[in-house]
T-cell receptor
């Protein structure tokens, strides 16, 4: 079992719809959770981080964390073609430098 | 890219040759990281540094060494390149962890091909 798992996709949604990206992790001691966006041929770019159970909203993005079920999700409202990218989930145990990245989910937003 | 540059951006080299990749930051961040990214594997940590001359291994450190003689520079060396080291290499930086979270910012990447 991978430490951080994501569906590789591609996830295809129409423009204006809500895109839902999911991530599960294996280490219950994990404390910090991140979502990065990576356009093809570019470097990962931090979108959001969350470390408390519940929802955290930033513009069109909402991160959701459920530590009991060991999953974290990212919702993108009013999806735009410019949101088409690979989304990486990353998990940090806290107190150290080891951040584990998932392999990413490719999102395609159809105009 | 948060004041991070990597050089070279592209390199083709032959099996058995040494290769050094450079990461340079202008943010004065204490922590620096080298990752490789391969299809299906995501980003995997090779080595990291928590200060000048302070480095440690990540999960895929075999065949790689690093050095950090100045806060702003972190070098990754492939002692004798192999085809399995063909990858895209990313440098990342972060500030003192202290408390959560440990946000990392990435450089533009170096695409390395070993023939």
């Amino acid at each position: 079992q991978k430490e951080v798992e994501q569906n590789s996709g591609p996830l295809s949604v129409p423009e204006g719809a809500i895109a839902s990206l999911n991530c599960t992790y294996s280490d219950r001691g994990s404390q910090s959770f991140f979502w990065y966006r990576q356009y093809s041929g570019k470097s990962p770019e931090l979108i959001m981080f969350i470390y408390s159970n519940g929802d955290k909203e930033d513009g069109r993005f909402t991160a959701q964390l459920n530590k009991a079920s060991q999953y974290v999700s990212l919702l993108i409202r009013d999806s735009q073609p410019s949101d088409s990218a690979t989304y990486l989930c990353a998990v940090n145990k806290g107190g150290g430098f080891k951040t584990i990245f998932g392999a990413g989910t490719r999102l395609f937003v159809k105009a | 890219d948060a004041g991070i540059t990597q050089s070279p951006r592209h390199k083709v080299t032959e099996t058995g040759t040494p290769v050094t990749l450079r990461c340079h930051q202008t943010e004065n961040h204490r922590y620096m990281y080298w990752y490789r990214q391969d299809p299906g594997h995501g980003l995997r940590l090779i080595h990291y540094s928590y200060g000048v001359k302070d480095t440690d291994k990540g999960e895929v450190s075999d065949g790689y060494s690093v050095s950090r003689s100045k806060t702003e520079d972190f070098l990754l060396t492939l002692e004798s390149a192999t085809s399995s080291q063909t990858s895209v290499y990313f440098c990342a930086i972060s500030e003192t962890p202290g408390t959560q979270p440990y946000e990392q910012y990435f450089g533009p990447g170096t695409r390395l091909t070993v023939t």
